[in-house]
């Protein structure tokens, strides 16, 4: 039987093999003739299969001889689909109470097998088709979001360009991470990335596709070519992968929506592009035996050698992906060691045949590209639920592949018993290490070695002649007695004679006053004061002991040490001499001729029906790992694939592990021109179809970005075209004459300097800057207008620069008293400075008095004297336009911690992000353009927790009305605020907030609950579990309200007077 006829296995064959999964998932047995043996003695009932697994004092069945020579004779080729889930689930069926779980697995069987004859689509099929349907239905639901979802695409597109030689991501449709993460590692393989670019249809089928599978495969090729041209050549920085997900979900039939395990999609993925080149290649080799390049890129053999009742067998048998089971494992080569060994398989060693059975596995073949399907779920038979394993897994990232191969048996057999024999004495040594290190018989142990030494410091403490309640009562302080240190005495017990007589008398009022002085002796609490009386003995101490004892004793002791420390020693050496040998055991040359390196680690983070997948990805040119979550494509580390690979740190694990063969350079080769020898690259690496294609969609891009750019320009003319309409309306009637034309007229005030009405901030400005013009002209009574402004001007100026300088708290913010302040701060021009200031003095409001009005005139004279070159009138506005947003800031963060202090945490959350991103922007221009930032960072996490807390509160009471409100406040704030926080992965408090925030919900998991809130809670963790770090922009911030400059500072000073932090933060300035 050739290997393409095995890929393209009849209807009936695939529906035995899903039987055997399915017994097999639903029982954690991977004997397969075991498995096969209970369908024959059911007659493929599966419910009676399952009942005779499971029985509680079941032998093991004997499978039929002739049945089994019949499967299991030398060069008898079998596919097994190892790619499938069917290993990945364990169920312990091991209790006594299994009448309810057998009832439950009977119904489910009966259906599936129902629905399998009904529509004759397998449940492997189903399942596919589930995830695609909630993704779908997802992405159909996210274009009819109401305007109460905080966050939405970037309407500008130059925030979706992409960065020159940046990798392209791919966009989440809804619940199609998994899908991004498969596809990206597939892309770049480059090998991969060649064939399906280069693949066109048969012609034959371009008219009419002949069957299902390929009115399926063939326009699904034709979608991934399309998808992976775009992610060769496209500018955008992300693409949909809409239509590609679209066509599988046709592919299947399912009303059910769940999310689905990725392993399932990458076995069916690949099975359907064997299928699209195996038509192709059909066509291309008429005649001749037809070459699947998919199958020689994923597929490899094993042998399986085996012992049934003493008699042996050998099969080989195809591979994809090879499952590994994760629990009990600590490393990869664990994992592989015990997937290559099946039973007890001593009788394939010795001479005498045996009744034992087992198997072992060698690989005889490897393929290009090994791919590891790492099994973290197992059953969890009290909760009915699978559950994930979390458990540390190590992988190295070069695997040497030899100990597995066939042609090394004899070799590895010699260094496993080796390994074996090393194993058994290292078993001795830890038991016999671990005597010493742990001594004693009770329930606390100590190290043998500090025993002796606490014996050894006992004995030599200074010996004490009285008892320990004698000790206290010789250092009682005076009029103190025994019987005021201790309990009171029991009736019967004489009083201690050491008790003077006064405190000692039978008489009433001798026991009240001896009762008062009890009461009024401190004792001394080890726990509340910090000082220990200085006579009370630190350590107790031998009561007699002479020195020829202490001598002997000390000498026994220090020798006794110094022997368990050097047998300590001496062991702990034995041990890691045996560890090291154990590693080197394959680090000869001739077991390391078979190098794979690792080239993708997929990586899911949540819980066994829940989560999120992204890809970590090797790039061999840069020589650096890259991390593809999403839409988001960023430089990583190795440090940081072994943090969210390994397992044990929070939940994020990898589930699949892609290494390729580092002796077929060809995997990861670029392609280069055959005419110019020059390496081909972007738009050049596709055929003419496919650059057509892209060059089509870059045009649509850049013409989108173009129609934003002539947008925004519009925009901007008509805020100007506004701004001078108020400005002129704002002028009252003059009978002065206009300046010329070609003379700048006079720029309009920011409001915070100029109001139409003296109050407010115009008020308080108009009585900063008289107070100025009456001190200069208290100094100079008789000079001109011109003088008195220059004059004014500096005294001003000297006021401001006075505050400027101080060093105040951060409830006493000068920058918010004036503009110039803030200025002087961040180190503003001096011609900015200089305009502030005249554009002060220049206020039509100012006063009613000659002097005022003369000064004012002045300054306008002034400013329209002010030539264009003179002074930058764009960098003019803006550093005004930062200080707008400086006292926004300072209003959202203002209005977000008095809230947060009314613990009104949903109203405040908003504000407080509004108030770190409006910070974070202006900090990027300098360190004093806006306020402390770990502060307001502080109280955004502290807020975002409060607001998860609630929600879980909500959704505890089990009322429909708070659950979905409390569901509601998740999605629309929590979830849309998390990427805030994830952005900088540098600030572990907040990766640490996410992940107790993400525990929150993932711990409701393992409880009982209603069906309907089951449901919810499943739909609603994917979206809490994304860690897609990508920041989209609101869609309306919080209206603010607007404040007199006094005002502001004020309730600024009064809020932050109130926090109470448990650090002092700085006040960034």
Known sequence: MTVEQNVLQQHSQKHQQTLLNQLREVTGTTDVQLLQQALQASNGDLAEAVAFLTEKNAKVPQQDEATYYQTAQINNDRYISVGSQADTNVIDLTGDDKDDLQRAIALSLEESNRAFRETGITDEEQAISRVLEASIAENKASLKRTHTEVWSDSPNPHDRKRQENCPVGLKNVGNTCWFSAVIQSLFNLLEFQRLVLHYSPPARVQDLPRNQKEHRNLPFMQELRCLFSLLVGSKRKYVDPSRAVEILKDAFKSSESQQQDVSEFTHKLLDWLEDAFQIKAEEDREGEKPKNPMVDLFYGRFLAVGVLEGKKFENTEMFGQYPLQVNGFKDLHECLEAAMIEGEIESLHSAENSAKSGQEHWFTELPPVLTFELSRFEFNQTLGRPEKIHN??????????????????????????????????????????????????????????????????????????????????????????????????????????????????????????????????????????????????????????????????????????????????????????????????????????????????????????????????????????????????????????????????????????????????????????????????????????????????????????????????RKLQQEKLALAAASVAAQPMSTEPCPPDNTAAPQHDPEYMEQQSPTGDSKHLQEDTERAISKAAAEHDEKSPEALLNTAM???????????????????????????????????????????????????????????????????????????????????EMWHQDYRKFRDTTVFLLIGLELFLKKSYVDSLMYLIYAYQYNKELLAKGPYRGHDEEMIAHYRRECLLKVNEHAAALFETGEENKVNAGLSIMNELVVACIPLLLVDEMEEKDMVAVEDMRNRWCSYLGQEMEPNLQEKLTDFLPKLLDCSTEIKSFHDHPKLPSYSTLELCERYGRVMTSLTLSRTPADGR
């Not at 590693?583 to 680690?601: C, G, I, T």
Request: proline share 7%; with cysteine; aromatic share 8%.
């Open 392 to 713: 540390k897994l190590e992988f190295p990232s070069m695997l040497y592949m030899d100990r597995y191969m066939d042609k090394n048996r004899d070799i590895t057999r010699i260094k496993r018993e080796e390994i074996r024999r090393l194993k058994e004495h290292l078993t001795v040594l830890q038991q016999r290490l671990e005597r010493y290190l742990s001594y004693g018989s009770g329930p606390k142990r100590f190290p043998l070695a500090d025993v002796l030494q606490y014996a050894m410091e006992f004995a030599s403490s200074k010996p004490v002649c009285t008892s320990p309640v004698e000790d206290i009562e010789t250092t009682a302080p005076p009029g103190a007695t025994t019987a005021q240190l201790l309990p009171p005495a029991s009736t019967g017990e004489q009083p201690d004679a050491s008790v003077p007589p006064e405190c000692s008398g039978s008489g009433p009022q001798a026991q009240q006053q001896q009762q008062q002085q009890q009461q009024r002796v401190s004792i001394h609490k080890p726990f509340t004061q910090s000082r220990v009386p200085p006579d009370l003995p630190m350590h107790p101490a031998p009561r007699h002991i002479s020195e020829e004892e202490l001598r002997v004793l000390e000498g026994c002791l220090h020798r006794w040490r110094s022997e368990v420390e050097n047998d300590t020693r001496d062991l702990q050496a034995s041990i890691s001499r045996i560890h090291r040998t154990i590693e080197l055991m394959y680090s000869d040359k001739s077991m390391m001729q078979a190098p794979y390196r690792l080239h993708a680690v997929l990586v899911h983070e949540g819980q066994a029906n829940a989560g999120h997948y992204w890809a970590y990805i090797f790039d061999p040119h840069q020589q650096r790992w890259m991390k593809y979550n999403d839409i988001s494509v960023t430089k990583s580390s190795w440090e940081e694939l072994v943090r969210d690979s390994f397992g044990g740190y929070r939940n994020a694990s990898a589930y699949c592990l892609m290494y390729i063969d580092d002796k077929k350079p060809f995997l990861i080769e670029e392609e280069f021109d055959k005419e110019t020898g020059q390496m081909l690259s972007g738009l050049d690496k596709l055929p003419p179809d496919l650059k057509e294609y892209v060059e089509a969609d870059n045009k649509l891009f850049e013409r989108e970005m173009e129609e934003w750019d002539a947008l925004q320009a």
């Open 794 to 876: 500096k005294v001003e100026y000297t006021r401001l620069l006075r505050f400027a300088q101080e060093d105040t708290p951060p409830e006493r913010d000068y920058r918010l008293l004036h503009v110039i302040v803030y200025f002087i701060h961040n180190q503003a021009p001096k011609k900015i400075v200089e305009r502030t200031l005249l554009m002060q003095f220049a206020d039509r409001n100012l006063g009613f008095d000659e002097r005022c009005k003369s000064i004012m005139k002045v300054a306008r004279a002034k400013l329209e004297l002010i030539k264009p070159d003179e002074v930058n009138m764009e960098e003019y």
